[in-house]
């Protein structure tokens, strides 16, 4: 499964940036996501990258610089692909029923959410804080959620598989049951049985949209 992190290290590598600044993204990255953001210092970030806090921010600025670059970087860029990498997956394998494709979707998304709750927890935060991220997160999933599952989830409807709602009213079900689960983990740090919920995800869209 691919780690967000080790995915955004790849963006960096790819950036047109001096090597000091790549240092720079790739150790607020692991602070970021080790600590929390508001515990790492100029300093930290300077000694994890090897260069003087003045590189720090001879670039970005400041550490919010920093991170609005990293954020930039996640929805623009790594977020989209890692969805899009899983979307494709499945839309070469669409001969399988309603619930076994609901439940491996649940899984694989459940296991990347806990795996990534580090940096994940920082992406909540920053929504939280600025409406405009939010935005951003609502147009990955119109984009690269709802229009690549559009024809799957429609032949499961053809089929008679699927109750007829709109694709995103159903999508957005899933999403919202999904984190019911998934945000307590990542706030709290804690483990899940990610086969467990899955078989509770499947037994209550079960009632509501599998028919």
Same mark, same amino acid.
């Given at each position: ?68 670059? +990293?954020? %930039? +970087? ?104 999904? %984190? ?24 209550? %869209? ?6």
């Amino acid at each position: 499964m691919l780690e967000l992190n080790q995915a955004c290290v790849r963006h960096i590598q790819l950036m047109r940036l001096s090597d000091k600044q790549k240092r720079v993204l790739i150790a607020s990255l692991t602070l970021f996501s080790e600590v929390g953001f508001e515990k790492t210092t100029s300093l930290d970030i300077a000694r994890r990258a090897e260069v003087s806090e003045g590189t720090v921010f001879s670039y970005f600025k400041t550490k919010e610089g920093i991170l609005n670059t +990293l954020l %930039l +970087l996640f929805f623009d860029q790594v977020i989209p692909e890692t969805i899009e990498l899983f979307t494709d997956q499945k839309v070469l394998c669409n001969d399988e029923s309603v619930t076994v494709f609901f439940r491996s979707m649940i899984e694989d998304r459940l296991n990347f959410l806990i795996n990534n709750r580090d940096i994940i927890k920082i992406l909540f935060s920053r929504c939280l804080i600025d409406s405009s991220w939010f935005e951003k997160t609502e147009s990955i999933v119109q984009n690269n959620i709802v229009t690549p599952l559009n024809p799957i989830l429609d032949n499961y409807k053809v089929k008679g598989e699927l109750v007829n709602w709109p694709n995103e009213r159903i999508i957005r079900n899933i999403i919202s049951l999904m %984190l019911s689960y998934a945000v307590p983990s990542i706030l709290n740090s804690k483990a899940i049985d990610v086969g467990k919920v899955s078989d509770e995800m499947i037994e209550i %869209l079960a009632n509501r949209i599998v028919l």
